[in-house]
């Protein structure tokens, strides 16, 4: 049971370069989420998508773009990367339970971006 | 507005000698607070669950307690596999939303 899965793993890219992060969940969650984490500010929202069809702005937004493709896919796309956009990005999926979600998070390994 | 504090940021310690971690809330309803475990290059794995004042839960060396304003992780006779950094998060009822602390970086030490 692979969980959560985020390639690439590592990145390097030049301002204003674009990239795709893809992310892909086989536990038929229904709400996917991709956060970015900063030491000292934690794990900030950046888009999340709560079913398949629908995607929604988290903290964070800006510079982004999503797309949630079918229920197990859900990728996150930086247009024109700027250096402070250099960050860890994980990827997520949320429980469900009796028609609601449990609000336990399963995460990916993360992938690291660095934008020169 | 919803807020997420945890103390301290860092802790050091030996080898068998116990201690808290400290997570303080602000949410306008909670659902629920969850804590979660970070190995460094990896990403957060779930631990708990509390969803009331007065709720404990425990897993190995770890013990999770809840009160209306803030939440304890207590450490008993930490080894050094659990040297981690530790999240904890808070789930709002009305909006559903998850907000998450910086995180207590915990080091022991053989």
């Known amino acids: 049971n692979a969980g959560v899965t985020q390639t690439p793993k590592f990145q390097v890219l030049k301002t204003g370069q674009s990239m795709t992060l893809q992310c892909a969940q086989d536990?038929?969650?229904?709400?996917m989420y991709w956060y970015r984490q900063d030491p000292g500010m934690g794990l900030r929202l950046i888009y999340y998508?709560?079913?398949?069809?629908?995607?929604d702005k988290g903290e964070v937004p800006n510079g982004y773009n999503v797309s949630r493709l079918n229920k197990r896919e859900f990728s996150l796309r930086l247009e024109s990367a700027a250096p402070s956009q250099t960050s860890v990005y994980f990827c997520?999926?949320?429980?469900?339970?009796?028609?609601?979600?449990?609000?336990?998070?399963?995460f990916g390994e993360g992938s690291r971006l660095t934008v020169l | 507005e919803d807020q997420v504090t945890q103390s301290p940021e860092a802790l050091r310690l030996q080898e068998g000698e116990s201690s808290s971690l400290n997570c303080s809330y602000t949410v306008s309803g909670l659902r629920g607070l969850f804590w979660y475990r970070q190995d460094p290059g990896k990403g957060p794995e779930f631990l708990f669950t509390?969803?009331?004042a007065g709720e404990e839960k425990e897993k190995e060396r770890l013990k999770a307690t809840l009160t209306k304003k803030e939440s304890f992780l207590h450490i008993t006779a930490p080894k050094p596999e659990d040297s981690a950094t530790y999240l904890c998060?808070?789930?709002?009822?009305?909006?559903?939303?998850?907000?998450f602390g910086q995180g207590t970086t915990l080091q022991v030490k053989p």
């Open positions: 998060a808070v789930q709002a009822r009305n909006t559903g939303k998850l907000i």
């Open positions: 509390l969803y009331s």
């Open positions: 998508s709560a079913s398949e069809g629908t995607t």
């Open positions: 997520a999926s949320i429980g469900t339970s009796g028609g609601g979600n449990t609000g336990e998070l399963f």
């Open positions: 536990m038929n969650h229904n709400s």
